[in-house]
Nanobody
Framework: QVQLVESGGGLVQAGGSLRLSCAAS????????MGWFRQAPGKERDFVAA????????YYGDSVKGRFTISRDNANNTVYLQMNSLKPEDTAVYYC?????????????????WGQGTQVTVSS
């Protein structure tokens, strides 16, 4: 497993942008798929975005397509989530995750390492 620490959350007005970072420890980061999920109060954890170990393939949830971009820097063991055109419904705790040999990138069961989460609040 890898240890994951998210940062970059905060309060932003609708239409604004935030960039989340997830720093990973451990030597296996570059071999792991990485994902972002989010969970709003009283709701299930939803898939946001994922990226393959190489960074060649990216995947997005329908609600964030065209607004969010996931990327990774394997040299620095970091994955990013650039969030643009934020909406109040994007408000949630955002979790970074890592998985090995992931088949279904949108299924949170595919990931075995999780960060503690970072709060994103979008005001209207």
């Amino acid at each position: 497993q890898v240890q994951l620490v998210e940062s970059g959350g905060g309060l932003v007005q609708a239409g604004g942008s935030l960039r989340l970072s997830c720093a990973a420890s451990g030597r296996t980061f570059s071999s792991r798929a990485m994902g972002w999920f989010r969970q709003a109060p009283g709701k299930e954890r939803d898939f946001v975005a994922a990226i393959s170990w190489s960074g060649v393939s990216t995947y997005y949830g329908d609600s964030v397509k065209g607004r969010f971009t996931i990327s990774r820097d394997n040299a620095n063991n970091t994955v990013y989530l650039q969030m643009n055109s934020l909406k109040p419904e994007d408000t949630a705790v955002y979790y970074c995750s890592a998985g090995f040999r992931v088949n279904d990138y949108s299924d949170y069961h595919s990931y075995n390492s999780w960060g503690q989460g970072t709060q994103v609040t979008v005001s209207s």
